[in-house]
């Protein structure tokens, strides 16, 4: 998020209108959670809801006066279910959706499973 989307939070908050934003990733731990409270605004919101339920992230938060909310995966094993018949013909075997370059360093896996996926 840009400083524009910073300005926009404060003008909320500075109305009383409780501001909150939604992250599906972890900060805490990783070379990138100066993220947090240096350069988005995104955590600068009064209520961050995150993927990282950890309570280091909870406390990291608390420290910057900002509450958050573990928010768990939003389809697990409970609401995902297979196919009762047989994938179309043009299916692929498998299917990997998210980031391949530029990930963090500190999950140098995902580019093995690439790489292996590749072969």
């Known amino acids: 998020m840009n400083a524009e989307g910073g300005q926009f939070f404060q003008a909320l ?16 731990g990783l070379q990138r959670e100066h993220f947090l409270f240096d350069r988005d605004p995104m955590f600068g919101v009064q209520h961050v809801f995150t993927a990282d339920g950890s309570p280091e992230c909870a406390q990291a938060m608390v420290e910057h006066a900002t509450t958050t909310i573990g928010s768990p995966p939003g389809l697990d094993e409970r609401v995902l279910e297979r196919t009762p018949g047989p994938a179309p013909r043009d299916a692929p075997e498998i299917v990997f959706v998210g980031s391949r370059y530029g990930y963090h360093a500190e999950h140098p896996w995902r580019q093995i499973l690439f790489s292996a996926l590749e072969q």
């Open 13 to 28: 908050a500075d109305d009383g209108i409780i501001t909150a934003t939604l992250h599906l990733d972890v900060f805490v």
